[in-house]
């Protein structure tokens, strides 16, 4: 990503890291909506999808979300900024093997991600493709240490 990508992205950012439990409670509440069986996975899925909002479990959760991409955002423009991605994303993976997630999940979440930033922060088509392009990047580095069910490689 060049020194322009990398700025726009931490701009439009404080957008959804000034509420993070919001933001990622949003994100999951989409995803949730939009894939019901995916809940499944979750330590919550006990929880009725109407009561997750308020689910301290499920908050949790949607915080850690927010959290894992404001320290990937943090490091974007840094000297060892992709060796710092690569330790932040392959971590990401290997704490959800357990659970068996499939890509094809994965993808479902990150198509979720982009469009509820996308409206979160009113972003035009430019700064789209570069979240695109970020977002793109560090599933990349998940999907190296996962097979399509989810197992470890």
């Known amino acids: 990503m060049n020194n322009d990508e990398v700025q726009m992205i931490k701009k439009t950012w404080e957008i959804p890291v000034a509420t993070p439990t919001d933001s990622g ?6 995803f949730f909506n939009r894939h019901p069986s995916s809940l499944e996975k979750f330590p919550f899925r006990d929880v009725p999808l109407a009561e997750l909002p308020t689910n301290s479990r499920f908050r949790a959760h949607a915080s850690r979300i927010i959290r894992v991409f404001d320290d990937s955002i943090r490091v974007l423009g840094q000297d060892d900024a992709e060796e710092k991605l690569e330790e932040i994303w392959t971590k990401v993976a290997v704490n959800h093997i357990p659970r068996q997630i499939s890509k094809e999940s994965y993808n479902n979440l990150k198509e979720v991600v982009l469009e509820v930033l996308t409206a979160a922060c009113n972003l ?3 700064q789209v493709q570069s979240w695109t392009k970020l977002v793109n990047h560090v599933y990349d580095i998940l999907f190296k240490s996962i097979n399509d069910d989810g197992d470890a490689i």
Do not use: D, R
Request: charge should be negative.
């Open 124 to 126: 035009n088509e430019s």
């Open 25 to 30: 409670a949003a994100i999951l509440t989409a």
